[in-house]
């Protein structure tokens, strides 16, 4: 397949514009950004006028970090009106931890951590567990347990519809049964700005800001309005091993290598940040935002392909999804 | 290298003046619309690597082309869809080109399309209709046109696919450019380009085709990244349906909200609509620092220059050109929900940011989307389109949508099953002098009933005539006075010799007897009385379209339950007799039906208690709600 001309213009374009001062725009965003910026703040004022008790999912990765922004422009000059859930597997890359301890104290965040402390007690990691259970049980069942274990009624999550075709379909709000059950084919239709937000007992709404949002489209935001990322998204000289055509970093000492394997340096980055067990990284010379930008206008890999959670199952998302996982 | 990395504003920022623009796509199944979409995105901005491979492999698997890659594919999401070969609902694809970035909502051709396509239609500023240049227009071909014209949308591509399987004829390609300008012209489009072009081969779709050189109009890729489709709500009047008020301390107090439509600009007078109090807009408060204005579309945060009482799902609006503020309108739906429509039930309105309890009063017709001819109706079934009368229980402001698709829309969401049951658009305000608005109330019901110390309610006696009503009205008045509170008696049979005089005795005039009624009680309700009804109302429309016009709990209805047999012993009025004798006909219990209320929150069987037993178990209850 030929290199399609009009990504080749893009990317032409990113290399020469300058500039260029909109009418009537402060913020120097596009005539597109804005709009995904007015969108999204939209719905999360409409969930916190309409919900008795909304939480954040805070992954601390970039579309959380983009949410995170758009909530503290929402509010402002209040505080974001709810708290922040990380659902921390125990797995999480230190860099993680660190730049969302760092952010919950400069924003005086509101933040909940939960792990599940049992499964991570009976010996579930991610080296010996089948991945799709592994991701069940830290992923899906904790995150289902933290939101029961507080009521919560709402849950802002950072999925795209651009990330896989099973989330194509997905709604701004997605009705969830009790028991966190997702029905496709029992979706309420979204229509104009007017979002249905009533639930029956036990019923619970995910909620999707960044729906209309591409990949492409984050990373321009975090560029544009300069929000601060962890540092694992832009390369850099890391310890990795080479496995299945994935490299994966050494983030600690309970890294289990397998026969004949060693730890090589790699100038890479992270396009997703997962259990780092788990999440692969790229070869990359992007040590910048805008270098990431463009090797994305030039890159005809998608998102996900670094994450071995989703490689293990055949359209795995809409199966997560029925279970409770985002 | 730090922990945490701030990335520097980018002095070179790439792609900054990218506009977006979010458009519908509609077709039979065989038009090939699927196989549009994929070349659309693959050849605008190449399909991402791993996503063809996958592809590659469904295709082998479910693929219904002979070509390598069936671009449909692409498109459905959902397993279960899949393995049955269609796609069920909306799906949402994104493509970009360095001048626009594109939002394609994909719909369905088939059945529910009605519902689909008008979610779908409902965010687009345009719509690709595709046809078969073999066959030309078909039904499906008017109805979408139909559907996507109703839902405002102003600019359609007509894309005349399979060109090369005609050999690339413009006599075939203006045939059928000419017979839909003939179907589409009562349709009000602002534009509507015809491209000739193949998805499967590609011609006209990212780069205009050799082979068609007789066409000099753009690709379709072309006209898609330059098309202007934002200038109406630039235009319409200031609307700022007010979503969230944001009280950080007792300082400061923004009332947040989207420009619907319109500009906003601090010094701007501005009118709340329902309240008719006006003001001007003090400041546009933003984390990036105030603005000077902010056009539609953007979300804000609006300070004002007065106290004045605003809560969400107040319409801050230009002065000079307000908004219809009325309870009763007509409205076209589109019927989404599998339980039909039936006049009186009610629903929760939600419009803009106001949610409301209001009914379906009556149900006009039905569009025929073949024909575009309405037909009287009854009911609206699952995808029907028809137009309606709304009561709202409250005064809401709003637009026609076709002025305004913002503050003109609304859905209904059911009651009990929670489910959106309806999509509306508005026409027109029913209420007489639409154009005279409310002066602001410097006293208020609430005023007025705190005034009273009390909370104002509505007890609805309903039953047959001879089952008590009137007795007890009057017991539980009395009592009601004797405990201090301030009390009104509407009985029915009073009422008929002065307001109700006009009025007679068959099904429309007992239903307008009703509405009046319940209007007065509303009235007395707003003047801080607890009223007690006595009247048979026979119809729970009625009475539900009564109880829609107060808050939530305010309405009591209650069962006065006494066997037919009963009342024609008792018959105080000496009806039953006269009846009997054909001086009186439409008796409600001996000539007409009686609906008893569906879900009482009393019921009195005076077969078995005294008027005053059942007086007291009423009074009990009301001191439990007041």
């Known amino acids: 397949m030929s290199p399609p001309p009009a990504a080749q213009a893009a990317k032409q374009e990113t290399s020469l514009s300058l500039p260029t001062p909109l009418p009537g725009g402060r913020s120097g965003l596009s005539p597109h950004l804005q709009r995904l910026e007015d969108e999204a703040i939209h719905i999360l004022r409409e969930v916190v006028a309409e919900f008795a008790k909304p939480v954040m999912l805070y992954s601390v990765g970039k579309d959380s970090s983009v949410m995170l922004h758009l909530a503290r422009k929402a509010f402002f000059p209040a505080r974001p009106p709810f708290p922040f859930l990380h659902i921390a597997s125990g797995w999480d890359f230190r860099a993680l931890i660190e730049h969302r301890d760092r952010m919950a104290a400069e924003y005086g965040l509101d933040l909940i951590v939960h792990t599940n402390e049992e499964a991570a007690r009976s010996g579930i990691n991610p080296f010996e567990t089948e991945t799709g259970e592994y991701s069940r049980l830290m992923l899906t069942e904790a995150l289902k347990a933290a939101l029961d274990a507080h009521g919560f009624d709402a849950a802002f999550g950072g999925g795209r519809r651009d990330e896989e075709k099973a989330r194509a379909k997905e709604r701004i709000f997605s009705h969830r049964a009790a028991g966190h059950v997702w029905d496709p084919r029992n979706q309420r239709p979204e229509l104009w700005r007017l979002f249905n937000t009533r639930l029956a007992p036990g019923d619970t709404m995910r909620v999707f800001p960044l729906s209309n949002w591409t990949e492409l489209d984050v990373w321009t935001y975090i560029q544009a309005e300069a929000i601060p990322i962890v540092p694992l998204y832009l390369a850099a000289e890391r310890w990795v091993v080479e496995r299945d055509g994935n490299l994966i970093a050494v983030d600690d000492e309970r890294m289990r290598f397998l026969d004949g394997e060693t730890t090589v340096k790699r100038q890479v980055r992270f396009r997703t940040l997962g259990c780092w067990p788990l999440t692969g990284a790229i070869k990359s010379a992007a040590t910048d935002v805008g270098g990431v930008i463009a090797e994305l206008l030039d890159s005809r890999l998608s998102e996900r392909q670094g994450r071995l959670v989703d490689a293990a199952l055949q359209a795995s998302m809409e199966r997560k999804k029925r279970e409770g996982y985002f | 290298m730090p922990d945490t990395l701030a990335p520097p504003a980018n002095d070179a920022l790439p792609l900054a003046t990218r506009s977006e623009l979010r458009f519908l796509t509609c077709g039979s199944v065989d038009d090939g619309k699927s196989t549009l979409i994929g070349r659309l995105i693959n050849d605008a901005s190449g399909l991402p690597e791993d996503q063809i491979a996958s592809l590659r492999d469904d295709s082998r698997r479910f693929g219904t082309t002979e070509d390598e890659f069936d671009f449909a594919l692409l498109l459905d999401g959902l397993e279960a869809e899949r393995e ?379 039953g047959l005539p001879g089952s008590g009503k009137s007795t007890i009205a009057n017991i539980v008045e009395h009592k009601l006075m004797a405990l201090g509170r301030q009390t009104m008696l509407l009985d029915g049979d009073n009422l008929r010799q002065g307001l109700n005089a006009d009025l007679g005795f068959d099904e429309a005039g007992r239903s307008e007897n009703v509405r009046r009624v319940g209007e007065v009680a509303k009235l007395m309700a707003d003047a801080g009385l607890i009223s007690v009804v006595a009247l048979v109302s026979p119809f729970q429309a009625d009475r539900t379209r009564a109880a829609a016009l107060l808050p939530e709990g305010r309405f009591l209805e209650i069962f006065v339950e006494a066997p037919v047999e009963l009342c024609r012993q008792r018959d105080p009025k000496g009806l039953y007799e006269k009846a009997d004798r054909g001086k009186i006909s439409n008796l409600t219990g001996r000539d007409q039906r009686y609906e008893p209320p569906q879900d009482p929150a009393l019921v009195l069987h005076t077969a078995e208690l005294s008027a005053e037993e059942a007086a007291d178990r009423v009074v009990e209850l009301v001191l439990q709600r007041i």
């Open chain 2, 84 to 462: 049955q070969g269609i796609t069920i609902d909306v799906a949402y694809r994104f493509f970009s080109t360095a001048r626009r970035a594109f939002v394609v909502a994909d719909t369905p051709g088939h059945q529910q399309y009605t519902r689909n396509m008008a979610t779908g239609a409902s965010n687009a500023e345009l719509a690709i209709l595709l046809v078969d240049a073999r066959k030309g227009l078909v039904e499906q071909t008017r109805r979408h046109a139909a559907i996507v014209s109703l839902l405002g949308i102003r600019h359609i591509v007509l894309a005349v696919n399979k060109i090369d399987l005609v050999q690339f004829s413009e006599a075939r390609f203006r045939e059928i450019e000419a017979a839909f300008a003939a179907f589409a012209e009562p349709l009000a489009f602002h534009s509507v380009v015809s491209i000739p072009l193949s998805a499967r081969l590609g011609d006209n779709v990212a780069r205009r085709s050799d082979r068609t050189p007789w066409y000099a109009g753009p690709a379709l890729l072309g006209h898609l990244e330059t098309v202007e489709t934002d200038l109406d709500a630039a235009e319409a009047p200031l609307r700022f349906p007010v979503q969230w008020v944001n009280r950080p301390d007792g300082e400061f107090r923004g009332y947040t909200g989207t420009v619907a439509s319109g500009r906003v600009a601090v010094g701007d007078r501005i009118v709340v609509a329902g309240s008719g109090r006006t003001t001007a807009v003090a400041r546009i408060v933003s984390f990036d620092g105030d603005l000077p204005a902010a056009p539609a579309g953007r979300s804000v945060t609006l300070t004002l220059a007065d106290e004045v009482d605003v809560i969400r799902g107040d319409v801050l609006a230009d002065p000079k050109r307000r908004p219809a503020v009325a309870r009763r309108f007509a409205a076209d739906l589109v019927w989404m929900d599998d339980v039909p429509a039936a006049p009186g039930k009610r629903f929760l309105l939600k419009i803009g940011t106001a949610t409301v309890p209001a009914t379906v009063s009556r149900i006009a017709d039905t569009l025929d989307v073949d024909t575009l001819r309405r037909v009287p109706a009854s009911g609206l079934s699952l995808n029907a389109i028809g137009r309606v009368e709304i009561e709202a229980a409250q005064h809401i402001a709003f637009d026609s949508y076709t002025e305004n698709r913002q503050t003109g829309a609304f859905i209904l969401i059911d009651r009990s099953t929670l489910r959106t049951a309806a999509a509306g658009m508005v026409v027109d305000s029913l209420e007489m002098g639409r154009d005279v608005h409310r002066h602001a109330e410097t006293v208020t019901p609430a005023l007025r009933a705190e005034h009273k110390a009390q909370r104002p309610l509505v007890v609805w006696l309903t």
